[in-house]
């Protein structure tokens, strides 16, 4: 069990570019969250799936951002026509019931 | 809405004991949690509580839940310069999918 894995740890882009991030959850991890933390700030709730569901969605996550989980193991966001401010650290978290979720290192956007 | 608020920095000398204070609104949390945080990492689970208790002791660390006043603490024993990072406290109700986090308390400890 090697965690929660979250690829890239980083990325810069140019504004209107598209991004797409990568998430590994924990094997025996159903369930998986990704979350958008700004400097200073807490974690926000983006979306989750329970397996290949999404089954909630933020607010937050414009018609810009598509989030999938093809048979129910690893995620992907895509954050289309990027801005400046989508750049933020963006948190995959897994966990197999409710209580506790696992976090991954996170993928640092910067949007130039 | 929902909302955790928590206070921005907390310094202490290496060895005192830190106290972390969260307050939440949401009157039907049923797990509250303290995650940890340091520089360019994700955030680690430090521990949890159930709605129905009020303390539980892992180590060095307590947490306090006053249920009434909706008010969390976190204190951390024998405070090391390994400690230093940001604690974000963090509550969930048992219906809904998202984790709220406050934004997050910054320890630092004094050697």
């Known amino acids: 069990d090697t965690g929660v894995s979250q690829d890239p740890r980083h990325k810069i882009t140019k504004r209107g570019q598209n991004v797409t991030f990568r998430c590994d959850p924990i094997s025996e991890h159903n369930r998986l969250y990704w979350y958008r933390q700004t400097l200073g700030q807490g974690p926000e709730f983006l979306t989750y799936?329970?397996?290949?569901?999404?089954?909630?969605k933020s607010r937050l996550l414009s018609d810009r951002f598509s989030a999938e989980r093809p048979k129910g193991s690893f995620s992907t966001l895509e954050i289309q026509r990027t801005e400046q401010g989508d750049s933020a650290m963006y948190l995959c978290?897994?966990?197999?019931?409710?209580?506790?979720?696992?976090f991954g290192s996170g993928t640092q956007l910067s949007v130039l | 809405g929902e909302d955790v608020e928590q206070s921005l920095f907390l310094s202490v000398r290496e060895g005192d004991s830190s106290v972390i204070n969260c307050t939440y609104t949401?009157?039907?949390?049923?797990?509250l949690y303290w995650y940890k945080q340091e520089p360019g990492a994700g955030l680690q689970l430090l521990t949890y509580?159930?709605?129905?208790?009020d303390m539980k002791q892992d180590q060095r660390l307590t947490v306090l839940l006053n249920k009434k006043d909706k008010h969390l603490s976190l204190r951390i024993a024998d405070t090391q310069t390994g400690d230093s990072a940001i604690y974000f406290c963090a509550e969930r109700n048992t219906g809904g999918f998202k984790t709220i986090f406050g934004a997050g308390t910054r320890l630092f400890v004094k050697a």
């Open positions: 949401d009157s039907s949390s049923t797990y």
């Open positions: 978290a897994s966990s197999l019931g409710a209580e506790k979720l696992f």
């Open positions: 509580i159930f709605s129905n208790m």
């Open positions: 799936f329970q397996n290949e569901a999404q089954l909630e």
